[in-house]
């Protein structure tokens, strides 16, 4: 048993942060990092979530992009992607930055609760990078990047269109009991 959770622990260092903390660090979160579980267990979990803690959010009652899809890979990467259109405009021909700020969040907070945890945005950080434009479809990836003290997660973001990185994103948000 006991070497069945050194490689457990290893398994998740290794995957958050290979060099920053060493396996001690990481027992503490163990039950707060799924690793490794299929896509569908990632899914039905934040299913289970909105349901319970998140069914009038504006992203779940009334999409701003309504095409906007989220799906998860057996790490527990949360990718999505949708397609602005003239609704979603800010200056012409380009996403609003505002909704770019929007999806992102709705991201990070999917993504956490694809993990099991509910939590409230604390900051959110965007780096526009260059235009997302409209009527083209763009890809976005999220991840947890870090856990401080089992209560504030660390997430980014990153929005792609045409293969190239246009949106940057990092947000903490702190755990709900």
């Known amino acids: 048993m006991l070497i069945i ?3 457990l622990y290893t398994e998740i260092a290794n995957f958050y942060h290979p060099t920053s903390h060493s ?3 990481w027992m503490k979160f163990t039950d707060s990092i799924p690793i490794n579980q299929t896509p569908e267990i990632f899914q039905k979990r934040l299913e289970q979530i909105k ?3 998140h069914s009038n ?3 779940n009652t009334r999409p701003p992009i309504p095409d906007l899809e989220f799906m998860f ?6 990718s999505g992607k949708f397609t602005g259109n003239n609704e979603h405009q800010g200056y012409d021909t380009m996403v609003h930055g505002g909704l770019l700020a929007a ?3 709705a991201s990070m ?3 956490l609760m ?3 945890i509910t939590a409230y945005t604390t900051d959110l950080s965007l780096k526009y990078r260059k235009p997302v434009k409209i009527n083209k479809t763009a890809f976005l990836e999220t991840r947890i990047e870090k856990v401080n003290a089992g209560r504030l997660y660390t997430l980014s973001c990153s929005i792609f269109q045409d293969k190239i990185e246009s949106v940057n994103a990092s947000g903490r948000f702190y755990r709900i009991k």
Not at 73 to 78: A, R
Request: proline share 0%; aromatic share 12%; glycine share 12%.
């Open 103 to 105: 999806v992102v969040d």
């Open 73 to 78: 890979d057996k790490h527990g990467v949360l």
């Open 57 to 59: 959010c504006i992203f």
């Open 109 to 111: 907070t999917q993504c």
């Open 23 to 25: 396996k001690e660090y």
């Open 114 to 116: 694809g993990h099991g």
């Open 51 to 53: 349901a319970l803690r």
């Open 5 to 7: 959770k050194y490689i």
